[in-house]
């Protein structure tokens, strides 16, 4: 073999480069605020924390609020950043966005918190957008009932479009919790107990009352402890 020829020979088990995909940086957040007032805040928060609790020792829900959701691999642009979602068969890891090429799979309930200003985007692209990636149930409370009346709406997807959930009250067959609006909260009850689902500072009063109680009953035996002594001090 020639030099020539042995040159082309290696040559021709040389591969092409494979051209690299460009990296794109998925930003962790979209520079808007939480939330627009203290209630919305309140809200989006209490609902956050309920689910979790509802759902902690199911290992394969994961819970999450104000994650932006990446469902364009690609595309930075291509975002959308739910008040609440709640997705079932991924892990609860902690994320710190949701890559929808990765994770398998779109939410399958999604909370919006919604108010005058958001209210076009809450019932339009956002609606359809979620319409179109498939979540299956998609519920839009208005807290400060600007616009909403009720202020609490629901759809569900019923062959790929979604339709509004008719009802009193409303009712997640996805999450099996009813949902209720009580004093001007959104609350969560479980179908299956009736129970409603505490809010954080409801839990927090509880733990309140709870050591109140303790403390209590722990003062009285001190004082039936010291009567015993003085009752038995005076007979000798």
Do not use: C
Not at 206 to 232: F, G, K, P, V
């Amino acid at each position: 073999m020639t030099p020539a020829e042995a040159a082309v020979k290696v040559k021709s088990h040389i591969r092409p480069p494979i051209a690299l995909r460009p990296l794109v940086y998925y930003p962790e957040s979209d520079g808007e605020p939480m939330s627009e007032t203290d209630v919305h805040r309140d809200q989006l928060i209490d609902l956050l924390i309920a689910l979790n609790d509802y759902f902690r020792h199911d290992q394969q829900v994961y819970v999450a609020g104000n994650l932006l959701i990446y469902y364009e691999e690609g595309d930075a642009q291509a975002s959308v950043a739910p008040d609440v979602f709640v997705v079932f068969g991924a892990s609860k890891e902690r994320r710190r966005i949701y890559k929808l090429w990765e994770e398998g799979k779109a939410p399958d309930v999604v909370f919006e918190i919604t108010s005058a200003s958001t209210r076009v985007q809450d019932l339009g692209p956002k609606k359809g957008l979620y319409e179109v990636l498939g979540v299956k149930e998609y519920f839009v409370f208005d807290p400060l009932e600007e616009y909403l009346r009720p202020s609490l709406r629901g759809f569900r997807l019923e062959e790929g479009q979604f339709k509004q959930v008719r009802g009193e009250p409303l009712v997640s067959e996805v999450l099996e919790l009813e949902l209720r609006v009580e004093e001007g909260r959104l609350r969560l009850y479980d179908q299956a107990t009736g129970r409603r689902l505490s809010t954080p500072a409801e839990e927090a009063e509880a733990r309140r009352m709870a050591e109140a109680r303790a403390q209590a009953a722990e003062e009285e035996l001190t004082r039936l402890r010291e009567e015993l002594a003085r009752l038995r001090g005076s007979r000798q």
